[in-house]
């Protein structure tokens, strides 16, 4: 069955170091993966898309991944700030033709002043 | 407006009462979802309709009842509830309501149901 893991349930970091966070999948070739961010007691927001051609993708403090042989993606803010403590959620369309996504289980990220 | 609306915030309800969640957006959005999030868990998908038409049911029980009045509305019912039903319901949305392509989706803040 299709599987969506993220490394670990959370990450404390201190500010100004980069923080990595890592989703991996299992039995599936996804078009394309998404990053999310979601604060407590808030709907996910997103951040951003890469498609399966495209390595690396970059906004601003934030830089994506796409390893489709290694079926991993990794997301990476850079110069990390107290509030970019929020879950962190990748998401893929298991199934292109559906426009369904399904999330993985998130990594807490917590940035230390 | 890019935003995704919903109401009410909070809602809480005993296993008798029928209730409905409401999510509302003007991004002109063909695609519009509810999700189920419990504590630390991912959100998992309930519903999707696209183009005013219900498109996805992620088999969920009939006391769920979604409805799609036009394409800026998206109404959850709710009826005979079960305690473990107590969750975050977020609301989403996506531009293209066209099969095969990619899609950012928009979140609403959700509604924070509990069931006594």
């Known amino acids: 069955s299709q599987k969506i893991e993220q490394n670990s349930e959370a990450l404390n970091i201190q500010e100004g170091k980069t923080a990595t966070l890592t989703c991996n999948y299992t039995?599936?070739?996804?078009?394309?993966l998404q990053w999310y961010r979601q604060d407590p007691g808030r709907g996910p927001v997103f951040l951003l898309l890469?498609?399966?051609?495209?390595k690396e993708k970059r906004k601003e403090r934030l830089k994506v991944t796409f390893d489709t042989t290694l079926k991993q993606s990794l997301f990476h803010i850079t110069a990390s700030q107290p509030a970019d403590s929020a879950t962190y959620l990748c998401?893929?369309?298991?199934?292109?033709?559906?426009?369904?996504?399904?999330f993985g289980s998130g990594t807490r990220l917590q940035v230390q002043p | 407006d890019t935003e995704v609306t919903q109401t009410p915030k909070h809602l809480v309800m005993g296993m008798t009462n029928k209730k409905s969640l409401k999510c509302e957006q003007h991004?002109?959005?063909?695609?519009m979802y509810w999700y189920k999030q419990k504590a630390k868990k991912p959100p998992e998908l309930m519903f999707v309709?696209?183009?005013?038409?219900?498109?996805i049911n992620e088999s969920v029980p009939s006391r769920f009842s979604p409805e799609c009045p036009n394409s800026s509305l998206l109404n959850l019912h709710l009826h005979a509830l079960q305690p473990e039903d107590s969750a975050l319901y977020l609301c989403?949305?996506?531009?293209?309501?066209?099969?095969?392509?990619?899609?950012?989706?928009?979140f609403g803040p959700g509604t924070r149901l509990t069931v006594l």
């Open positions: 989403a949305s996506s531009q293209d309501g066209t099969p095969s392509s990619y899609n950012e989706q928009f």
């Open positions: 039995n599936y070739s996804p078009a394309y």
């Open positions: 998401a893929l369309d298991l199934d292109t033709g559906r426009r369904a996504l399904t």
């Open positions: 309709y696209s183009y005013e038409k219900l498109s």
């Open positions: 890469i498609r399966e051609n495209e």
């Open positions: 991004m002109g959005h063909r695609a």
